[in-house]
């Protein structure tokens, strides 16, 4: 006798405000002195320099690669609303957001050459400890939902650890055990001081996040204009399933393609997901709602099983509006 349980988890309106409408400038034309004061007007929660290395960086972003930050921003209305969320369940800065730009360009299905995958770019040894599964059926590296569950674990532990965000923020790119002797070996406290004992990578890593914040707070300074697929604007709502899904028999009951709801769930690597201890997220669009209901009401009343189906919590609006 099985059960299934559906717990409505968030639902989100996705809709960004547009960049004004302008031409772009090449960005050296702007005054540079700018863009120093609009960062000490931001909510950093580090000390930041800007430097020749947050300058390069900004370079990337706002001139050679303008039409990829612009996608990159069109993304955001999906995901942000999940690192907010989290986020503010463990009350970490807000801005902690934005570490998937750097690290995935919020493309969940992602993977590096060294192994890293999803959103957050979690190498396997490092998502298996914090409870991902990692299998033939799914990486939940790439799952919005868990790898952003298990990311907000790790920040806090990091922070715990070394009680400064600069120290978390390298400890995230190359370990804590590196940053740990790199503060043993200098007495000091904080990232600028101890950047020459960390690899290559890590040095560059903060002016790297400090660049990515200030273009995802302050894009339209530049005449940036967010880029957006056409699912991207929709809203959707995301279920806690208690039982194995079937993604192609979802996706025919919902009048979607299966490419389509996989889409939707990157962290799914077949059509079929076997039953587990832990619930799997099931993220659908709100056209697909009313065909979902009418499919679960069905399957409940099949002949010899018992299911049990738990009342949708009221839809709560998750998405504020957004500057990034």
Known sequence: M????????LC?????????????????????????????????????????????????????GRRETEKMLGRSVMYFPIFEHYLQQRNLPK????????????????????????LWQFMPATGKGFGLRIDEWSDERKDPYRSTEAAVRYLSRLYRQFGEWSLVLAAY???PGRVQRAL??????????????LPRQTRAYLPRIIATMYVAEQYQKHHLKPRFRAYQRKSFSVFRVHRELDLE?????????????LAWNPGYLATYIPERDKPHYLILPDHALSRFQKYIIKESRRPGEDYAIAVLKAREKQLESHKS
Not at 2 to 9: E, Q, S
Not at 19 to 47: G, V
């Open 184 to 197: 043993d070996k200098t007495g000091c406290d904080n990232f600028w001081d101890i950047a020459h004992h």
């Open 249 to 261: 028999e979802i996706a025919y009951h919902c009048d979607m393609s299966v490419n389509t709801l």
């Open 2 to 9: 099985k059960a299934l349980t559906l717990n409505l988890l």
């Open 12 to 64: 989100c309106s996705c809709l960004m405000p547009a960049a004004a409408a302008s031409d772009a400038p090449d960005w050296k034309q702007e005054s540079l002195h700018d863009i120093p004061y609009r960062m000490l007007k931001m909510d950093f929660p580090f000390r930041v320099d800007y430097n020749h290395e947050v300058r390069e960086e900004l370079h990337s972003y706002l001139r050679t």
């Open 95 to 118: 801005m902690l957001k934005y570490i998937p730009l750097l690290e995935s360009r919020l493309k969940p299905g992602i993977e590096s050459a060294a192994g890293a995958a999803g």
């Open 173 to 175: 790119n190359c370990g």
